[in-house]
C-alpha cells in the first residue's frame, strides 16, 4: 500500500461510478431473479445452474466446478442442485474416478425447463442491462469488467 500522504481522492466521476457500480452489484441479480421467478417460476440462481450444466460436456460437471461457475459456495450450490433434484431438473451422482467427488447432470427436464425460462432471461438481460449501454462499446466494458473479476 502506498503511503497515506500519497493518496489522491477520488474524482467526482470517479466515486460516481464506484458508488454506481456498487449499487448495480447489488440490485441487479435480484431484479433479474424476481423477473425469472414472476414470468418463469425458476430463480437466478437454478437458470445459472441449469445454463452452466447445458453448455458442459454431457451435460454435467462436479458440484465443485459448478458452484465456481455459478459463484456460490460449495453448500449454497449443494441447496441449489437438491432443489433442482426434487424437481427432476438435475440428477447428482457419485464419482466414479475418486469416490468423493459428486457430479450434477442436467436432465431432459431440466433441459426443457431451461429452454422454456430462456425467453424471460433474454427479456430481462435487454430490459435491465443491455439497454441502458446503447452507443457504448460493449467489447470495452466486457474488457474492463473482466478486468475487476479477475484482479487480485
Do not use: K, N
Not at 24 to 44: E, K, N
Not at 87 to 109: I, N, P, S
Amino acid at each position: 500500500m502506498p503511503p497515506v500522504t500519497a493518496l489522491e481522492p477520488l474524482t467526482v466521476e470517479e466515486d460516481a461510478l464506484v458508488r454506481a457500480l456498487g449499487r448495480v452489484m447489488s440490485v441487479l441479480p435480484r431484479l433479474i431473479d424476481a423477473d425469472l421467478r414472476r414470468d418463469a417460476g425458476i430463480s437466478l440462481t437454478e437458470y445459472s445452474t441449469l445454463m452452466h450444466l447445458s453448455e458442459s460436456p454431457d451435460r454435467r460437471m462436479r458440484m465443485s466446478e459448478l458452484a465456481a461457475a455459478c459463484d456460490l459456495s460449495l453448500s449454497g450450490m449443494t441447496r441449489a442442485v437438491a432443489r433442482l433434484e426434487s424437481e427432476h431438473l438435475v440428477r447428482r451422482f457419485q464419482c466414479d474416478e475418486d469416490g468423493r467427488g459428486w457430479f450434477a447432470a442436467l436432465t431432459d427436464a431440466g433441459l426443457a425447463r431451461l429452454e422454456a425460462a430462456y425467453p424471460t432471461h433474454l427479456v430481462a438481460t435487454r430490459r435491465r442491462i443491455l439497454d441502458h449501454f446503447a452507443g457504448i462499446d460493449l467489447a470495452a466494458v466486457a474488457r474492463a469488467f473482466d478486468g475487476l473479476s479477475s484482479a487480485d
